[in-house]
């Protein structure tokens, strides 16, 4: 009788806390019993554990039912977080769950910094990591000095560096360089085979899929000749370009 008394009660504790009654949350937060004296985190590769720590801001003898939401906060202000969940762990233990800002290209600011798909500047240092990533050309390729490219124009060259990477991680490994031209046109030098791919933003994957396939033809149709460009600006075409027989 008395273990189905337990159990009921325990029961009916729990669904209080899930439920987070008021009341009951509050007795419960100024127990000793939970108060959180174990905090792991998930999901953070360029943050060390510690840094990820130092970034909530946990308060001593905190516990378990108190509010989440400020160290959440904090944590979303730092800037290589883009997203956090905190999970209870009961009795004593937090894990804090972050999703991290992934570098997609380095641009020049004037060392090399690693930026996201919204161009967001990231405090990782490429000394001592493998960041074998695209450089993001912070000015016009107009064929002269070129004018410094606008924060949207910056976001639009990281973003379309991310849907490459997403439609063909294979051909973004690839990508040397990343630049935009006076006419507002996507430039993407590719390293191997050396050649440039050329389009309007955004890329659709049935236009990527018809230039690596003329790009491939071509290489095999023409093996003396050094391929230039593959343009995909016009509808239902790709116009390849190579160096004429005077090498210009």
Sequence with gaps: MRRGIGLFVTISLGMLIV????????????????????????????LTRDEVLTAAAI?????IWDDM????????????????RIRRRLPRRL?????????VALLPRPTL????????????????????????????????????????QLRELT?????????DPTVFALVSEVALDSWGDILVHLSQPRVTLRYRAPLVPARLSDGLLVLTDAL??????????VD?????????????????
């Design 19 to 46: 439920l987070e009654v008021p009341p009951v949350v509050r007795a419960l937060s100024r127990a000793e019993m939970f108060q959180v004296v174990d905090v792991s985190v998930e999901g953070a590769q360029h």
């Design 59 to 63: 308060p001593a003898r905190m516990s």
């Design 69 to 84: 939401e400020p160290p959440a906060v904090r944590l979303r202000s730092h800037p290589l977080i883009r997203e956090v």
């Design 95 to 103: 894990v804090l769950e972050v999703s991290e800002r992934e570098p």
């Design 113 to 152: 910094m690693p930026v996201d798909r919204e161009a967001h500047l990231l405090p990782i240092s490429p000394v001592g990591r493998r960041m074998d990533l695209p450089l993001l050309q912070p000015r016009r390729d107009d064929g002269a000095e070129g004018t410094e490219l606008t924060p949207v």
């Design 159 to 167: 973003s379309e560096l991310s849907r490459l990477s997403e439609l």
């Design 220 to 229: 095999e149709r023409e093996p003396d000749r050094t391929l230039v460009s």
């Design 232 to 248: 995909l600006r016009f509808a239902d075409q790709v116009v390849v370009r190579f160096f004429d027989s005077q090498g210009r």
